[in-house]
């Protein structure tokens, strides 16, 4: 039993369901919104056993020690009854479901895409940079602060050539990346506020995105015309598919493991001078607008990967493969095919 963790709304999990649904392998999508009202847990912990199982409301139960693959994609707040009005009980019931649900997704034994607490942990820009330059990824300069006179000397050794952008994106606050601009500076003492992520705007010829399923990447390239700063306000923006140099695609996928993750939505910037600038990695990106530019097999390759249930080589057993790689001159044998 493959389990899915998402909202049935979710297109994307959706497209993953249909395409295990042709390999025919069972499933089923845990809607966390359900709990309490349709869905139910169970443990039963002794000297003998601990065990733990769900139980949906049409009266199917699943046993966690069945689920040989569960996908963590973008799980939904759980949705006590209104009943709860006290902020405080509210507070309690959360806490309490959040703490059993995650000795649940820890005692399991599936594979699972991405592990909850590495999923978190792989989300923070600051980490991943660090990771992906000691991966020899390169890296756009940066400089996260409060201090707005680390801000304003930044600025002045990179006068016009300053991004910013937010480290989490959030509901409440969704923000673009940004130039800083002349009239902006001005305002540097507000950056004593809260850390600020700015970076050296890097040149390119083209953005990539590159969906990244275990061992397999599958690497698409466009060409922001109108808003060069961030490709996701270029909606006419066209999707190819896109070769990436083999060192690339090794160090990437050491920055994979070190992470911890089995699926990663990364961007890179090809600058004019053939360097790939790593940007960052979503560990739940999207990836159906790239599928459908490219007619790349994403979702397949999703499912296949749930469906075989094994986790990826470890970090030392990819850099260990990069080194003789380069060695040898080969090529990586499951390349995909531009």
């Given at each position: 039993?493959?389990?899915?963790?998402?909202?049935?709304?979710?297109?994307?999990?959706?497209?993953?369901?249909?395409?295990?649904?042709?390999?025919?392998?069972?499933?089923?999508?845990?809607?966390?919104?359900?709990?309490?009202?349709?869905?139910?847990?169970?443990?039963?912990?002794?000297?003998?056993?601990?065990?733990?199982?769900?139980?949906?409301?049409?009266?199917?139960?699943?046993?966690?020690?069945?689920?040989?693959?569960?996908?963590?994609?973008?799980?939904?707040?759980?949705?006590?009854?209104?009943?709860?009005?006290?902020?405080?009980?509210?507070?309690?019931?959360?806490?309490?479901?959040?703490?059993?649900?995650?000795?649940?997704?820890?005692?399991?034994?599936a594979l699972w895409i991405n592990d909850v607490v590495r999923d978190a942990a792989a989300a923070h820009k600051p980490w991943q940079l660090k990771l992906a330059r000691e991966a020899g990824l390169?890296?756009?300069?940066?400089?996260?602060?409060?201090?707005?006179?680390?801000?304003?000397?930044?600025?002045?050794?990179?006068?016009?050539?300053?991004?910013?952008?937010?480290?989490?994106?959030?509901?409440?606050?969704?923000?673009?990346?940004?130039?800083?601009?002349?009239?902006?500076?001005?305002?540097?003492?507000?950056?004593?506020?809260?850390?600020?992520?700015?970076?050296?705007?890097?040149?390119?010829?083209?953005?990539?995105?590159?969906?990244?399923?275990?061992?397999?990447?599958?690497?698409?390239?466009?060409?922001?015309?109108?808003?060069?700063?961030?490709?996701?306000?270029?909606?006419?923006?066209?999707?190819?598919?896109?070769?990436?140099?083999?060192?690339?695609?090794?160090?990437?996928?050491?920055?994979?493991?070190?992470?911890?993750?089995?699926?990663?939505?990364?961007?890179?910037?090809?600058?004019?001078?053939?360097?790939?600038?790593?940007?960052?990695?979503?560990?739940?990106?999207?990836?159906?607008?790239?599928?459908?530019?490219?007619?790349?097999?994403?979702?397949?390759?999703?499912?296949?990967?749930?469906?075989?249930?094994?986790?990826?080589?470890?970090?030392?057993?990819?850099?260990?493969?990069?080194?003789?790689?380069?060695?040898?001159?080969?090529?990586?044998?499951?390349?995909?095919?531009?």
């Amino acid at each position: 039993m493959i389990l899915i963790i998402s909202s049935p709304e979710d297109v994307h999990a959706q497209a993953v369901q249909a395409e295990l649904d042709r390999m025919g392998c069972p499933h089923r999508l845990l809607n966390l919104a359900e709990f309490p009202s349709k869905v139910s847990l169970t443990a039963h912990l002794d000297g003998r056993r601990s065990d733990f199982a769900l139980t949906f409301g049409d009266g199917l139960r699943v046993a966690m020690d069945e689920v040989t693959a569960v996908w963590w994609r973008r799980p939904q707040a759980f949705g006590f009854p209104t009943e709860i009005k006290d902020p405080a009980y509210r507070h309690f019931a959360q806490s309490e479901a959040s703490t059993v649900f995650q000795g649940m997704y820890q005692s399991s034994a599936a594979l699972w895409i991405n592990d909850v607490v590495r999923d978190a942990a792989a989300a923070h820009k600051p980490w991943q940079l660090k990771l992906a330059r000691e991966a020899g990824l390169a890296i756009p300069e940066t400089l996260i602060t409060n201090d707005p006179e680390e801000a304003r000397a930044f600025w002045r050794r990179h006068p016009g050539e300053v991004i910013y952008k937010p480290f989490l994106q959030t509901y409440h606050a969704w923000r673009e990346t940004r130039r800083v601009k002349p009239e902006e500076e001005a305002l540097a003492e507000a950056v004593r506020l809260t850390p600020v992520l700015f970076q050296r705007y890097v040149p390119a010829v083209c953005d990539l995105r590159v969906t990244v399923i275990g061992e397999r990447l599958f690497a698409a390239a466009a060409r922001g015309e109108e808003y060069d700063l961030d490709i996701r306000f270029n909606v006419e923006a066209k999707y190819r598919p896109h070769e990436l140099p083999a060192e690339v695609e090794d160090r990437l996928l050491i920055l994979m493991r070190r992470l911890g993750l089995e699926y990663g939505a990364v961007d890179f910037r090809l600058t004019p001078e053939g360097k790939y600038v790593f940007l960052e990695v979503n560990p739940a990106g999207q990836f159906l607008y790239v599928e459908k530019a490219t007619e790349q097999p994403i979702a397949r390759a999703l499912a296949e990967h749930l469906a075989r249930g094994v986790a990826t080589s470890t970090e030392v057993d990819w850099a260990l493969h990069a080194e003789a790689r380069a060695a040898s001159g080969g090529a990586r044998p499951d390349r995909e095919a531009a």
